[in-house]
């Protein structure tokens, strides 16, 4: 049983550095080892198919060994050490060695975009133990913005600094071995790990209870259709930023309206999560905010008019803000809901239905987003946009349903006795 600490609060600040860094580093793992070597289109087809197959088959068995572990931040550690020591072998090889260039460059941004896509697995497996289950919200709240920070941080660095060659790979080496290093020094309590019973019946039994469990796969439903309909939705934000243009905006405002967009979005989904989750609760706070700020969609349809800005702004940025709050809310819920146990399957469980959703999203929307993107460039008024931002707000609505009809969430009694015990 994971005993009370009054170390708990303390752990907080280095998990979230570390994460941070973490962050960071695989962020930009791929641009550092793309400035080494030209790449072909042949290796971003592969990479997009290694990350897709890396988190349909391995977040699942990742989220075994995660729940094997008898320290949950041992993964932690050990994969910011494997990603800062195949970048460093990338970096190196095609520094050295020329013939062998392109083929270590791609080899490493395979194995980076792999290791970002299934991270996860293990600090949102971990997070439990360093805050309790009652303090998720919060902390997968400062979770989501302490790497957005760092990220303008070390944006505004890499803006002043003259880099060269293996110097933003050698920076991505060090932030991962401080990240791991982090990592190694936060440690809570946790519960004993299960008896193992075979990696692929393990697996399987996270794919069961993940699906089984009535909130847990109400859950699993929404992220599969926000996924699915995630391109149209871009779709629909390009065009409104066609529209946008062609009323003559200046440069100055269009990039303020995205500065906005982007990082009022960073400051207002969390701040509503964190203020509205005691009232409402993580699981209905998740529903409310996606039914109230989805329909702001539809003020994209006036981006083509006279202030356009303002219209195009709040049609972006209210759900922008409303998707990462909903992102909080869900994730903290279900971490307050899993058993200790089956922390790690649940969450590479959900990591690879969202990675299916996102390929067959994009082969059936792929043609839906064409002809949007062809009426918005004839668009002379907001008619042409209406059809699309209706079906983007009614997708995005349809998303809230699943969460809707289980309107019960029921707290295990392993949990129950996990969090008082």
Known sequence: MIAPSPL?????????????????AFAFSEPSLFELTAMTPGVYLLRGLAVTVASVLVAPLLGVLVDRAR????????????GAAGIAIAGGTAAGWDAAGTPAVATGMIMAAGLAALWPVGHEAYLPSIVGRERLVPANALLYVLPQLVMVLVGIVLSWAEYRDLALVIAVCVLLVLAAVAFRGVEAVE???????????EAVEGVRFTLKEPVLRAIALCLVVTTLSAEFADEVVDAARGALLENRMSTGSFSLSLTVTSYGAIILGPLVAVLLHRRLGAYRLASAVLL????????????GVAGGFAW???????????SVAVTIALTSHRQAITPDRLLGRVGGTLIALVALSEVVGTLLLGRPGDWLAELA???????????GLVLATAL????????LRARHPVVSEEVAESAHP
């Open 8 to 24: 708990r609060p303390r752990r907080l600040p280095l998990f979230g550095l570390a994460v941070a860094l973490a962050s960071v």
């Open 71 to 82: 320290r949950r931040r041992t993964p932690l550690v050990v994969l910011p050490l494997v």
């Open 191 to 201: 519960e004993p790990p299960p008896a193992r019973a075979g990696l692929w019946r």
């Open 292 to 303: 109230a700020s989805q329909p702001f969609t539809l003020l994209l349809a006036l981006s």
């Open 312 to 322: 195009y702004t709040l049609g972006s940025l209210v759900p922008l803000a409303g």
């Open 377 to 387: 460039e004839d668009a002379t008024s907001p008619l042409p946009l209406l059809p």
């Open 396 to 403: 995005a609505i349809a998303a809230a349903v699943p969460l």
